[in-house]
């Protein structure tokens, strides 16, 4: 990541309270902050709660998708002239359950290409003990900015 990118995916990041997500959605969903970035993608740890799980008492898989996909989004931070971005396609795979409540899911992300248009991103989410739970790879396309209605 160029020292400009590093610096505007910084700003982003500090602009997010720690106890409230990017969107409403992760908000909601008690997925708070920012993930953690470095020269390589992305990382989201999200602990695992009650409300995370589905009806086998193990992690849903709509929210380890869910984790991929802000993970894998956030890589394309910095990337597209300062634009966001959107999911254009999501594949999901699942080796293992999610986990227990309490337990630690640690999903990664990579920025594998950018272009003016597009950007493909690869992923994972992990549990703490560092087993393989799900692999994920999408494709996302830079969008203007909207400005929130008043």
Do not use: W
């Not at 290409?113 to 003990?129: I, M, T």
Request: charged share 20%.
């Amino acid at each position: 990541m160029s020292g400009r990118n590093v610096q505007e995916v910084s700003a982003y990041a500090a602009s997010v309270p720690p106890l409230q997500g990017m969107d409403p959605f992760l908000t909601h969903l008690a997925i708070y902050g920012t993930p953690e970035f470095d020269e390589e993608g992305a990382t989201l740890r999200l602990r695992l709660k009650d409300h995370h799980m589905n009806g086998g008492a193990s992690a849903h898989g709509g929210l380890l998708m869910t984790l991929m996909d802000v993970v894998l989004a956030c890589c394309t931070l910095g990337h597209g002239s300062g634009r966001s971005c959107v999911t254009v396609e999501l594949k999901t795979t699942f080796m293992r359950p999610g986990g227990i409540s309490g337990n630690l899911l640690v999903a990664r992300g990579f920025l594998r290409s950018s272009g003016k248009s597009l950007a493909f991103c690869d992923g994972e989410v992990r549990n703490e003990a560092g087993e393989l739970l799900a692999t994920a790879s999408g494709t996302f396309k830079y969008v203007n900015r909207k400005t929130p209605a008043a």
